[in-house]
């Protein structure tokens, strides 16, 4: 099993950023890839960013360009820094990892989730 704990979300101005943080405890290991969704009211979830163990990333066309994963192994932490927010990136927003070796499968689904931290974006 794997536990996944988010933190840093909050209110922000848009064109503001935020850090958000997910500490991974459990069974980890170098097939462990890690990610973000974020689920916005009256909307599905949706894929936002992945990582795999060796740094590999993938992310969503709505947040290429502002918004970047990045991990730190040793602390079993992934970060999601985003920048330039906008209204639209509202949302609750959940860390997940799925045993793949395949950054991009990520998106399709994964083996735990986080609870989740809300992301708030004002005009």
């Known amino acids: 099993q794997v536990q996944l704990v988010e933190s840093g979300g909050g209110l922000v101005q848009a064109g503001g950023s935020l850090r958000l943080s997910c500490a991974a405890s459990g069974r980890t290991s170098s097939t462990l890839a890690m990610g973000w969704f974020r689920q916005a009211p009256g909307k599905e979830r949706e894929f936002v960013a992945a990582i795999s163990w060796s740094g590999g990333t993938f992310y969503a066309d709505s947040v290429k360009g502002r918004f970047t994963i990045s991990r730190d192994n040793a602390q079993n932490t992934v970060y999601l820094q985003m920048n330039s927010l906008k209204p639209d990136d509202t949302a609750v927003y959940y860390c997940?990892?799925?045993?793949?070796?395949?950054?991009?499968?990520?998106?399709?689904?994964?083996?735990?989730w986080g609870q989740g931290t809300q992301v708030t974006v004002s005009t």
């Open positions: 997940a990892a799925r045993w793949t070796s395949v950054v991009a499968t990520l998106q399709h689904g994964c083996d735990y």
